[in-house]
C-alpha cells in the first residue's frame, strides 16, 4: 500500500500538470502546522523560478485544479504560495480503513528484494554485558525489525568480541590458578584432551581480576599478549580453552539479551574472520594498497576532501597480529559470500566513527565489496546519569546489564502495588513493564544524543513513556473485551464523527510515513513519537465520548472499529520496538 503522502502527491502532481506546470513540482508533505491544513505542497515556489511568474498565481491555478478533487475537502493558498490541504473525512477514513485490511497495515513495502546485515549488540566475551552495550541491543534490534516490517530481509549479527586481549588476559590468569588443566600441556590434544567446565561466576571475576593485576604486573601482561597471538594463530590448548569461555559468555549475554527481547540471526564473532585473513591480505597486496609503515602493515585512506587528518588502517602489527579493523574487513569478505548484502549497517557507540570509516573505505578501495554496496554506521550517544556522566552503579562501578534490568522491575513491582486491576502473575508483568520503560525511555531519544537515564520518569504513567504507551494498549483491550471483539478481527470505521476521531485517523495514517522515516534515517525514535501520538489522541478521544454506552448504534460500531484500528497500529508500533504489551495493568 502507498503511504498517505505518496498518494496525495500524485493527485497534486496531475493538477500541476493540468494547469501546464512540471508534475514533479507536485510533493505533498505532512503538514508542520496542523492547526492550518494536515498536509502542503510548496511546489509553486520552485514553479515560480521556472515559469518566472508569482508563486502565488501558480498556487491558485493549482488550487482550481484541485477544486474537484473528492480527496481535498479544503484548499487554500496561503502566501507567499503556500498550498495547504485538507482531506475529506470520507477520503480519510477510506485510507485508514484499507490499511486496517492491508496485510501492512499500510507500511509501504521495498519495491525490490533486499538484503542487509545488520551487526549490532557487539558484547565483548568475558567480560560481563554492560550498559554500554544496552543501547547497541535496544536500538540495533528495533532498526532490524524497523526494516522488515518494511519488506527487508535482514540477518543481525551480534558479532562477539571473542579474539582480543580480554580472553587472553583470562586465559593468562586461568594459567595462575590452574596450571594443571591438560589445554596448558604442551601436547594438548583435542582429540583425547579436553577442556575443564568453566565455572561462570569464577569467569565473570575473572576478567576484572586479570585486567587489574596486568596494569600492575608487566610480566603478566606480556603473557596475555603472547597468549592471545598464540590463540590467534590456532594454538590447540589455548584455543580450546578460548572456545569455553566464549561458551559460557554467549550463555549468559543470552539470558540478558533474553530478557531484553533481544534476539540474533547470527552468533558470529571475530573469530569467525579468522578463515578470510589470508584472502584479505591477499587481496590488499595485490591491489598494491598494503604497504608497510613503522613495521605494521597498512593501507592509506585518506581523500582529499578530508577534514580531518584521516590515519592509514593498520591492518597487521608490527608483530604479525591481527586488529579490529582485521578482522572487521575479513568479516565483511565473509558476509559478501554468505549473504550477498545490499546494505551492511553497524551499531556501537559514536566512538568508533573513525574506525568505521576507515574500514569502509579500505573496504570499497580492495573491491572486497561491489560499489553499490551501502555501508552505513550508527554512532549513538552515551546513557548518562543523572550528574550528566555515563551512568554508574551506585558504588561508582560499571552498572551490569541484568543489574539494571531488576532495578527497573522493582521500580515496576513497586508502581503496581496498589494496582486492583493486574491479573496473573505481578513480577512478570513487572518486569515487561521494567524492560518497556527502559527500551522507550532509551529508544525516544534520537539515538545519536546522548540521554539522561531517569527510572521515575520512565516509569511515570504520564507523558512519552513506555508505561503510558502500554497503559494505552491495556484501556483499549478493555473496552474490546467488554464490547466482545477479539483483537485480530478486522472491522472498518463507517465515517468521523467528531475531531478528536479525525485527529486520531490522521495519526493512524502516517503510519506508513513514519515507519519509512525511521527507516531511511535509523530513528527508532520517530516510531516512538508516533506512537506517543497516537496513545494521545486515543486518550482525547475515549475521553471525549462513551463509546460503550453510545446510544446511535453506527457511531457505537465505527468508535469500536477505530479503537480496535487503533490498537492494531499502536502495538505494530510497540512490535518493532521489540517492546512487549501487557493485558492489563
Ligand atoms: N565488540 C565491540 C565493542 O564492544 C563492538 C563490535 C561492533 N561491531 C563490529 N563489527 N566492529 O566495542
Redesign the pocket.
Known sequence: MKKITSLLSEVVACAFEKCGYDPKLGVVTVSDRMDLCQFQCNGAFAGAKLYKKAPFMIANDVKTALETSEIFGKVEVANPGFLNLTLTDEFLAGYVNEMALDANLGVPQAESEETIVL?YG???VAKPLHIG?LRSAIIGEAIKRIARATGRKVIGDV?L?DWGTPIGLCIAEYMERHPEWDCFKPDFDPEKDSVPELDAKELNEIYPYASAKSKEDPDFKEKAHEITSLFQKKHLGYEALRKEIVKISVQDAKRSYDKLDVEFDLWYGESDAYDYIDELVETLTDKGLLYESDGAMVVDVAEESDKITMPPAIIKKADGSNI?ATT?LA?IIQRRKDFDPDRIW?L?DKR?ALHFTQVFRCAKKAGIVGDNVEFKFLGFGTMNGADGKPFKTRDGGVMRLSDLIDIATEGALEKLKDSEYISGDKAEIAQKIGVAAIKFGDLSNHPTKDYVFDLDKFLSFDGKTGTYLLYTVTRINSILKKADIAYNEKRTINGIYTDVERELALTLALTGEVFQRAFEEMTPSTICDNAYNIATAFSRFYHDNHILNEADEEKKKSWLALSLITRYLLTKHLDVLAIEYVENM
Open positions: 551487526d557487539g558484547p565483548n552495550h558479532h568480541g579490529y572487521d568479516t553497524y556501537t568508533q
